[in-house]
């Protein structure tokens, strides 16, 4: 007897469906569907309300906080070459971990009814849904509960008059991503570098979904294998 296809019923909340794909997942979460009306998640009304965000909440809710932390490091003595370098580090280190988890994670294959189901809430709704304006930027309820962890981690490598500096850097990095990210979906950029990045990141959603992870830019991308061909190069392979 050979087992029905499951088939995921759009009108009705997806998380607890996609579960049932299987391995059929990684193929249906990969065929995007462009609109810019999202899917409902949820039956509960308070649950769904926790994945919706709109992008102005996030400067609004974690600069002050970024600038909560790199004022602490003033107060323990840091000057402001000391702090812009402090910044900037974690602007650069929250660079490189953009690209991981992106690649490592979010694109991470599963087949289990709760691995499809947990990345489906992670980062799949995103690429079968990549226009829902209300789920490109991460929920604030899970940026709070992450910081604890990512806290702990840099006052482990750290001094306690960087740490704050440093965290506050990564924090800010993680903010300029997140409103990046929604700019490369719904803006109209009209000068070349951002208009070159919506290509470039667009590209990752409907051309080669396994390359491209980079947001914000194509460093890590570049430096480590994962830069898509440019169709014109894809095409001089395909005619040799």
């Not at 506050?168 to 208009?195: F, I, K, N």
């Not at 290509?199 to 947001?215: A, D, E, S, T, V």
Request: charged share 15%; proline share 6%; glycine share 8%.
């Amino acid at each position: 007897m050979v087992a029905q296809e499951f088939i995921v019923d759009l009108n009705k909340p997806l998380v607890f469906q996609v579960g049932h794909l299987g391995e059929a997942y990684e193929e249906w979460v990969h065929q995007p569907i462009v609109s810019k009306e999202g899917p409902r998640f949820f039956e509960s009304d308070f649950w769904e309300f926790l994945t919706l965000t709109e992008w102005w909440v996030i400067p609004l809710i974690w600069l002050p906080v970024v600038c909560y932390f790199i004022s602490m490091s003033v107060q323990m003595g840091k000057t402001v070459p000391q702090l812009a370098l402090l910044v900037l580090t974690g602007i650069f280190v929250w660079t490189l971990l953009e690209y991981t988890l992106h690649r490592f994670l979010f694109h991470i294959k599963t087949k289990s009814y709760w691995g499809n189901t947990l990345h489906y809430l992670i980062h799949g709704c995103h690429h079968k849904h990549p226009m829902d304006g209300l789920r490109l930027v991460f929920p604030p309820a899970a940026t709070a509960v992450l910081l604890f962890p990512f806290w702990n981690l840099v006052k482990l490598m750290s001094t306690p008059s960087t740490t704050p500096a440093l965290f506050g850097g990564g924090l800010l990095g993680y903010v300029m991503y997140d409103v990046t990210h929604y700019y490369l979906h719904h803006g109209q950029p009209t000068s070349e570098v951002p208009r070159n990045l919506k290509k470039y990141h667009l590209n990752h959603h409907f051309r080669i979904q396994n390359k491209g992870f980079g947001i914000t830019s194509s460093l890590w991308d570049r430096a480590f294998g994962t830069l898509p061909q440019t169709k014109s190069a894809e095409k001089n392979n395909k005619g040799r």
